[in-house]
């Protein structure tokens, strides 16, 4: 795994070259963390997934703590669709 402070300017990196902001998914991807299938419940059925592998929880763990320190901010992004709007993550100015 990345050093705390490794990781924290490898994140910083990723947010300035997305100024509109980049959600945690996105941010996986390109730091080409493992896959999984996870099985969901998809209007009534059961579905698979492949998504990202729990190293999610410490890249969130990390943008909290750019964000309690002043350095990035984050919004919500509404789709449309139902559940939950996903949360993109942005440098501040």
């Known amino acids: 795994m990345i050093k705390n402070k490794e990781l924290d300017k490898i994140l910083l990196k990723i947010l300035k070259k997305h100024p509109k902001g980049i ?3 996105n941010i996986c991807e390109i730091l080409k963390l ?3 299938e996870y099985k969901h419940i998809v209007n009534g059925k059961y579905a698979q997934t492949l998504i990202l592998h729990h190293k999610r929880t410490t890249i969130y763990d990390h943008l909290d703590s750019l964000k309690i320190e002043g350095k990035i901010t984050n919004y919500l992004f509404h789709s449309g669709s139902q559940g939950k ?3 993109y993550w ?3 100015k």
């Open 90 to 92: 942005k440098l501040i």
């Open 34 to 36: 493992e896959k999984y």
């Open 85 to 87: 709007p996903e949360t």
């Open 23 to 25: 959600n945690r998914f």
